[in-house]
């Protein structure tokens, strides 16, 4: 069973930046996809980033390229996503999610329901 953690969310104002940790323990397969979705009120949950762990593979929602950064340690088996310019439209609560023995893909987009193991999520505020 792979546990996850979250850390690393808040409150900022746009334009401003956080960094979300993500530290997974159980990991048993050699190769795993580590999402980073997040979900808005009144709103479905969506993608935003995918790294393999281990690996070197990083796919980015459209809307999110060129501002965030997905990163990964295998030694420590954390996860980052490191978020520049914040807009309002950021905001919601981001969960970290791993998807076992297999690397990620473009199509992990539409495969949510893939994902098997889940933190508890961590809350965003951006204000205008």
């Known amino acids: 069973v792979v546990h996850l953690e979250e850390s690393g969310g808040g409150s900022v104002q746009a334009g401003g930046s956080l960094r979300l940790s993500c530290a997974a323990s159980g990991f048993t397969d050699y190769k795993n996809c580590m999402g980073w979705f997040r979900q808005a009120p009144g709103k479905e949950r969506e993608g935003v980033s995918f790294?393999?762990?281990?690996?070197?593979?990083?796919y980015y929602r459209y809307s999110v390229k060129g501002r965030f950064t997905a990163s990964n340690d295998n030694a420590k088996a954390t996860a980052w996503l490191q978020m520049n310019n914040l807009k309002p439209e950021d905001a919601g609560t981001y969960y970290c999610?791993?998807?076992?023995?297999?690397?990620?893909?473009?199509?992990?987009?539409?495969?949510?329901?893939?994902?098997?193991?889940w933190g508890e999520g961590v809350q965003v505020a951006v204000s205008p």
């Open positions: 999610a791993v998807r076992t023995d297999t690397w990620c893909y473009q199509e992990d987009f539409t495969r949510e329901s893939s994902f098997t193991f």
């Open positions: 790294i393999e762990f281990p690996g070197s593979g990083i």
